[in-house]
Nanobody, 121 residues
Framework: QVQLVESGGGLVQAGGSLRLSCAAS????????MGWYRQAPGKQRELVAI???????NYADSVKGRFTISRDNAKNTVYLQMNSLKPEDTAVYYC???????????????WGRGTQVTVSS
């Protein structure tokens, strides 16, 4: 089995910062792209940032210049540094990773359970 566990969410004032972490564990052979998504109440889940296994990175326009995604392949972990937070960043943030398990031929997308980020005005 494979698990993704997020941490680092919480309550912060507008203009503040948070750093999210997501660690993958289990019978992992290789990890491809890793990313962060978010879902605000009443809205669809949206991509925030994604980083490939060769460090190609893309951000949603709404977070460019404020958020930074990075990964530590030795720790099977992806991070999201969030600065200059705004109330509209309030959402549940989910980690996603494409993972090839040991003895499985293909990659499968896995999701974490999410971590709440609340930005007060």
């Amino acid at each position: 089995q494979v698990q993704l566990v997020e941490s680092g969410g919480g309550l912060v004032q507008a203009g503040g910062s948070l750093r999210l972490s997501c660690a993958a564990s289990g019978s992992i052979f290789r990890i491809g792209a890793m990313g962060w998504y978010r879902q605000a109440p009443g809205k669809q889940r949206e991509l925030v940032a994604i980083i490939t296994d060769v460090d190609n990175i893309n951000y949603a326009d709404s977070v460019k210049g404020r958020f930074t995604i990075s990964r530590d392949n030795a720790k099977n972990t992806v991070y999201l540094q969030m600065n200059s937070l705004k109330p509209e960043d309030t959402a549940v943030y989910y980690c996603n990773a494409d993972i090839k398990r040991i003895a499985v031929e293909y990659m499968i997308p896995y999701w974490g359970r999410g971590t709440q980020v609340t930005v007060s005005s």
